[in-house]
């Protein structure tokens, strides 16, 4: 059997919005492998990588979390 092996890791999380309290869901990402993810890569330097909007009123917060950027095959 082959089994795809993925690097990049998220924890599935629900927080509290600051501004009116409703539960927000989301995905805190733990580990990002940007040649696996290309798109978190872009995510991660906009700034966004970490953000949850509030369906119920809008406001967005950023999670301050640990994060391991794997980029295979680049210098440190």
């Known amino acids: 059997m082959n089994q ?10 629900t927080l509290p919005c ?24 872009v995510r991660l330097r906009a700034g966004t990588l970490h953000e949850m909007t509030c369906d119920q009123c809008g406001q967005a917060a950023v999670i301050n979390a640990p994060l391991l950027i794997m980029r295979p095959g680049a210098e440190p």
């Open 18 to 41: 600051q501004n009116c309290g409703a539960p927000v869901p989301g995905d805190v990402w733990i580990i990002v492998d940007t040649a696996e993810r290309p798109d978190l890569l």
């Open 4 to 13: 795809t092996t993925h690097r990049s890791h998220a924890e599935p999380v």
